[in-house]
């Protein structure tokens, strides 16, 4: 992937790796437009990176998400990029409670939201002869952390629904590429952590973005930062490593 010269929208990407990933895009010469649903957020954001443009947006409200796609046909039809990042992870247990009233919308924000989107996009990114989706799902994907158990299942399913999605789109102009980011230091989930989860395997927002920008350069459908190789690779028998409360 071509790393200068793109328009790129990157959702809930004014904290964390999606503002890490908007600060190294835009001083490699990008035009970055950062959506999410904090404008104190958005604020920050743009006052740390002027260049960026910044879009109040929840991708998980139709009207919202609709209203932000028919701003970027008028005002950026060149949009040939789009980072599905925006994410929220809560931590739920089934032995007490469940936090059930929240339930739909972690669904919502990791998973459905960044399937209407891409859909709502594609006629765009079509346009542009070479566009790519990049859907940020998790090395956790492959092997869940059981105390947040519906953040891991909707990242599995994004996993499962990128290979879909390149499959079908393969004869386009339109990449898609999956990046997995291993846990990074950020307030994700409230920095709540299970203790097999320990220091040493997470690194830091802009070393993830880093390596992430290094393997999307080298053109690598699967972008795997840090432990999310090794979860990859061995899949469920990482499981109770990563969840080893000793």
Not at 54 to 66: K, L
Not at 199 to 214: G, K
Request: net charge negative.
């Amino acid at each position: 992937m071509k790393l200068t010269d793109n328009t790129i929208l990157i959702t809930g990407g004014a904290s964390g790796i999606g503002f890490a990933l908007a600060r190294l895009l835009s001083e490699k010469g990008n035009h970055v437009i950062v959506c999410g649903r904090s404008q104190a957020s958005l604020d920050k954001a743009k006052a740390e990176v002027p260049e960026i443009v910044t879009r109040i947006c929840d991708v998980a409200d139709r009207d919202s998400r609709q209203a932000m796609v028919e701003w970027l046909k008028v005002e950026y039809p060149r949009l040939n990029v789009v980072i599905n990042n925006a994410g929220i992870q809560a931590r739920r247990d089934f032995n007490g409670d469940p936090e059930l009233a929240t339930l739909d919308q972690e669904v919502a924000i990791n998973l459905t939201a960044p399937i209407h989107l891409i859909a709502e996009l594609l006629p765009t990114l079509r346009q542009q002869g070479q566009g790519v989706i990049i859907n940020v799902s998790s090395g956790l994907a492959f092997s869940p952390m059981a105390d947040v158990p519906v953040y891991c299942a909707t990242k599995a399913a994004i996993h499962s629904f990128t290979l879909s999605l390149r499959h079908q789109l393969k004869s386009t102009g339109v990449r898609v590429v999956e990046v997995a980011p291993p846990i990074v230091d950020t307030g994700l989930g409230g920095n709540t952590r299970s203790g097999g989860t320990a220091s040493q395997m997470m690194v830091t927002p802009d070393e993830f973005a880093t390596e992430a920008l290094a393997q999307l350069e080298a053109d690598k459908d699967e972008v795997l930062v840090g432990v999310s190789a090794k979860t990859r690779e061995l899949g469920e028998a990482m499981f109770e490593r990563m969840n080893s409360h000793a």
